[in-house]
């Protein structure tokens, strides 16, 4: 299965600990996109990519958040200093350019303790 | 704003027992509709995406319609393996690509 992939699955840090979760697209998909989902609640968009340009951001992504993409294929996503509000699940979500289906990975569980 | 609303929140089914789910949406103009399916603990899987009013689409024992201001899924008899949580995205017109706009799904419970 070639789908998208990330990893760690499940990760349990103690707050002020920096974390990085690590994203690998569908091949030949150029864009990627990281999203954030709490217990009962959709997904909410974090920050896309299309190769290696990070081209929007959402106003969640706090200064502490950073994403980078740098050759346009796998991606991190790295919190810094981290807090207990930042628990939550991690997705990785892929497309082509030219296409509109977005396929999610399995995402990352964050746990700050 | 882009605005989703999903309902009901949660539906408790009996095997064979069809109903409707439904997603209702603001946008400034939409670009498509998705439905994603959620098990506990997994990232969101593909069903459908519809892109414009009187659009339907059907899968195994799911079938998805849109129209100008809301979508359903309806779920004909159903069976166990359908309990999961549905989720409904929009995305909407842009220069860009503009991001999913998520509801907060329906919890789907089918009992045999």
């Known amino acids: 299965d070639t789908g998208v992939s990330q990893n760690p699955r499940h990760k349990i840090t103690k707050r002020g600990q920096n974390v990085t979760f690590r994203c690998d697209p569908i091949?030949?998909?150029?864009?990627l996109y990281w999203y954030r989902q709490t217990l009962g609640q959709g997904p909410e968009f974090l920050t896309y990519?299309?190769?290696?340009?990070?081209?929007?951001k959402s106003r969640l992504l706090s200064d502490r958040f950073s994403a980078e993409r740098p050759k346009g294929s796998f991606s991190t996503l790295e919190i810094q200093r981290t807090e207990q509000g930042d628990s939550a699940m991690y997705l990785c979500?892929?497309?082509?350019?030219?296409?509109?289906?977005?396929?999610f990975g399995e995402g990352s569980w964050l746990t700050v303790v | 704003e882009d605005q989703v609303t999903q309902s009901p929140e949660a539906l408790r089914l009996q095997e064979g027992e069809s109903s409707s789910l439904n997603c209702s949406y603001t946008?400034?103009?939409?670009?498509?509709l998705f439905w994603y399916r959620q098990d506990p603990g997994k990232g969101p899987e593909f069903l459908f995406t519809?892109?414009?009013a009187g659009e339907e689409k059907e899968k195994e024992r799911l079938k998805a319609t849109l129209t100008k201001k809301e979508s359903f899924l309806h779920i004909t008899a159903p069976k166990p393996e359908d309990s999961a949580t549905y989720l409904c995205?929009?995305?909407?017109?842009?220069?860009?690509?503009?991001?999913?706009?998520f509801g907060k799904g329906t919890r789907l419970s089918v009992i045999a």
């Open positions: 946008v400034s103009g939409l670009r498509g």
């Open positions: 979500a892929s497309s082509l350019k030219s296409g509109n289906t977005i396929y």
């Open positions: 091949s030949e998909h150029n864009r």
């Open positions: 995205a929009v995305q909407a017109r842009g220069a860009g690509n503009t991001p999913l706009v």
């Open positions: 519809l892109y414009s």
């Open positions: 990519f299309q190769n290696e340009a990070q081209l929007e």
